[in-house]
């Protein structure tokens, strides 16, 4: 189909059709692109982060009952209540403290600078003895 113009020319007209489609393939190919980028940068985020635990902002949950405390020094030294115990000790004496009741709840306190292993066994040993209600004690701080 041509078209006469006013001055003597001629243009040509082409009748394409419309395409109402979306090209999707750019967008598939950028989401690919971010989902590999997430994948090798979300393990590289969480790993070798230097801590300085423990603080705590969080309002105290009331007492139900008493607790019964365990709390491991720097050194390594575990005190159930105010009682100096040993790992192979606890088990005895938090049965006869809890009077065999598993549900007692047990707040663990341990030192900033108590090492992780040692605070993890004593846990371990606690829920070895079916205790499940343990929760870790942090310094509040606001009050710093």
Do not use: C, W
């Not at 603080?55 to 100096?84: C, K, M």
């Not at 115990?85 to 709840?105: F, N, V, Y």
């Amino acid at each position: 189909m041509t078209i006469q113009l006013a001055s003597g020319g001629q243009v040509k007209r082409h009748s394409y059709q419309q395409n109402a489609e979306m090209n999707v393939t750019p967008f598939v190919d950028v989401m690919l692109v971010l989902l590999i980028i997430f994948m090798v940068v979300a393990p590289i985020a969480t790993v070798e982060v230097p801590l300085d635990l423990p603080s705590n902002t969080a309002n105290p949950v009331p007492r139900q009952s008493d607790p019964i405390y365990i709390s491991i020094q720097q050194q390594g030294g575990i005190y159930l209540q105010n009682e100096l115990s040993d790992l192979a000790g606890i088990s005895g004496a938090l049965r006869r403290l809890a009077k065999g009741d598993t549900d007692t709840r047990i707040l663990l306190r341990g030192d900033i600078h108590a090492e992780y292993g040692r605070v993890m066994e004593v846990m371990n040993v606690l829920q070895k003895d079916g205790y499940s209600k343990i929760a870790l004690v942090a310094e509040d701080a606001t009050s710093k």
